[in-house]
Nanobody
């Protein structure tokens, strides 16, 4: 199992940038594909981005494509979400997650076994 802790959330102006980090415990971080999801109040949790175990492939939701970049540093047991050109509709609690299955789409919550506590991102207009 793996423990995940997100950080880096906060309040930013529309058009600004923010980088989220997710630190993972354990020595098997490279065994997990990683993902970022977000959930606004009274809304369903939605997919944001995913990255393969070695960081070789990435995929992001259409709503953030071209603005958000997911990356990972396996030596530091950390996955990142660089968020640029932020919009008020990006406001949500952001969660990182780890998947212990090799073959996943990365886009569905049920594909992930482990979740962080979430970090709040608020974008003002």
């Amino acid at each position: 199992q793996v423990q995940l802790v997100e950080s880096g959330g906060g309040l930013v102006q529309a058009g600004g940038s923010l980088r989220l980090s997710c630190a993972a415990s354990g020595r098997t971080f490279s065994s997990y594909a990683m993902g970022w999801f977000r959930q606004a109040p009274e809304k369903e949790r939605e997919f944001v981005a995913t990255i393969t175990r070695n960081g070789g492939s990435r995929y992001s939701a259409n709503s953030v494509k071209g603005r958000f970049i997911i990356s990972r540093d396996n030596a530091k047991n950390t996955v990142y979400l660089q968020m640029n050109s932020l919009k008020p509709e990006d406001t949500a609690v952001y969660y990182c997650a780890a998947a212990d299955t090799y073959y996943i789409t990365g886009q569905r919550s049920y594909e992930y076994s482990y979740w962080g506590q979430g970090t709040q991102v608020t974008v003002s207009s």
